[in-house]
């Protein structure tokens, strides 16, 4: 639906300060607060994903990674390894009717060290089942883990995802 826009609020680096889910059903001319099941009210929505086939919205949350099929009535969790951890960046890529999805998480220990960070990027071909992509490395910058605040998939070459980082002061 082209005239189905969502927003989603808060800011990750304050957690619990989300404002909810907004949706305009007329192409952005009006906007609604969405009381959406699954999503607490408080819940920050760092980022969200349309998937091209089947019209699902993932949002990338301070709550995991969450799915809607219902244009963001309802969300659930997607795998157990997502719980609680804080979703940076969603993005789902199609070429010749083949998906490719991304997904960034970020969570640092109390610690601010390389050890401490659980962070990472996973890819999925079917936004179910995800892997983990095992040669992002954990960049370290004057003492501090640089953390990926976002990502954009390479236009012209979907197998490549670029990583946006930030220091976690």
């Known amino acids: 639906d082209t005239n189905l826009v969502l ?60 799915r809607s099929t219902d244009s963001g009535d309802s969300f659930f969790q997607l795998e157990f390894v997502f719980r609680h951890d804080n979703g940076q960046w969603i993005g789902i890529t199609e070429q010749g009717g083949v998906r490719t999805f991304w997904y960034v998480l970020q969570t640092l220990g109390e610690g601010g060290t390389p050890e401490d960070w659980s962070g990472g990027v996973y890819r999925s071909s079917d936004g179910v089942t995800w892997t983990e992509i095992d040669d992002v490395p954990k960049i370290i910058y004057e003492e501090e883990v640089l953390r990926a605040q976002g990502a954009r998939i390479h236009t012209a070459n979907p197998s490549v995802l670029y990583l946006n980082l930030r220091a976690t002061v």
């Open 7 to 66: 927003v989603g609020t808060g800011d990750w680096r304050v957690p619990d300060v989300g404002q909810g889910l907004y949706r305009s059903l007329d192409g952005g001319e009006t906007f609604a607060l969405v009381a959406a099941a699954g999503l607490s009210e408080t819940a920050v929505i760092a980022c969200l994903a349309f998937d091209p086939i089947d019209g699902s919205v993932y949002a990338a949350t301070s709550e995991g990674l969450l």
